[in-house]
């Protein structure tokens, strides 16, 4: 099931709980719900309403900081990328297989995360695959002079960062949400309204609020369960940070040999 039908399945048990508690009110004897019946009632409602809303809120801000911290990922290895072209660039033209290496690398990264399942198998083949190249790569290298020395130690270093970071996100995007919690939330706003609907009178105004408060649960749980998905999601990470690395390094070198 998709997040959409999650979260109408989930308005839908809320607002049922709702209206069953409407109509047991209507119908059951009025001992039941006399004013020492409705003190305990309204104790627990008011205990689900905080347990309910200090879970959703720590669930809503983990699951956006999961899309925040792809995204920040992504500005870091595009980042770390335009620094290691800068230095590739400076090196000589004798480094730009680097540079090509790195470029084939990111367009395997755009896959990994916004491709579907066979693409992601195969951008991790490719991308070690890579990493040996571009390990050969560097040892084949013979800088004649300290400043050719320093900047292949940190094109190591920024390339080393970026495979690091790179599997960092893989295994966060992976991560599921936690669906315990997602039916422990559920049960709860079941529990909420069922309450509330003891403590109210059937009518068009309690109808029309409990169905607003079955629609603000069901759309915090699509606003979790949307963030847990940051490539596919509707709140999809942009690709741009690493697209505009990919071009800046398929640029040639013209002008560090115009300088030598």
């Given at each position: 099931m998709n997040s959409l039908?999650?979260?109408?399945?989930?308005?839908?048990?809320?607002?049922?709980s709702g209206l069953i508690g409407l109509i047991l009110q209507r119908v059951l004897p009025e001992s039941y719900t006399s004013d020492r019946s409705r003190d305990m009632i309204g104790g627990v409602v008011g205990l689900t309403t905080l347990l309910l809303a200090l879970v959703l809120g720590l669930l809503i801000w983990t699951a956006y900081g999961v899309t925040t911290l792809q995204q920040n990922g992504l500005q870091t290895?595009?980042?770390?990328?335009l620094e290691f072209d800068l230095e590739m660039r400076h090196y000589g033209r004798e480094a730009d297989p680097a540079r090509s290496l790195l470029r084939?690398?990111?367009?395997?990264?755009?896959?990994?995360f916004w491709g579907d399942g066979t693409a992601n198998a195969d951008a991790y083949e490719a991308?070690?695959?890579v990493m040996g190249d571009m390990n050969v790569f560097f040892d084949s290298l013979d800088p004649?002079?300290?400043?050719?020395q320093?900047?292949?130690?940190?094109?190591?270093?920024?390339?080393?960062?970026?495979?690091?970071?790179?599997?960092?996100?893989?295994?966060q995007a992976t991560t599921p949400v936690s669906w315990p919690l997602i039916y422990t939330v559920t049960a709860w706003s079941c529990m909420l309204f069922f309450g509330m609907g003891l403590l109210s009178r059937l009518g068009v105004l309690p109808l029309i609020m409990m169905l607003a408060g079955a629609a603000a649960i069901s759309s915090?749980?699509?606003?979790?369960?949307?963030?847990?998905?940051?490539?596919?999601?509707?709140?999809?990470?942009?690709?741009?940070?690493?697209?505009?690395?990919?071009?800046?390094l398929g640029l040639p070198s013209a002008s560090t040999d115009a300088k030598k």
């Open positions: 039908s999650i979260a109408v399945a989930v308005a839908a048990l809320v607002a049922s290895i595009a980042a770390r990328s084939r690398d990111l367009d395997w990264a755009l896959e990994q991308s070690y695959k004649k002079q300290p400043a050719q320093n900047l292949l130690s940190a094109a190591r270093a920024n390339y080393g960062f970026i495979g690091e970071q790179r599997l960092l996100m893989s295994l915090a749980i699509f606003l979790i369960l949307e963030f847990n998905r940051p490539y596919t999601g509707a709140f999809r990470v942009s690709p741009e940070p690493l697209e505009q690395a990919i071009v800046q």
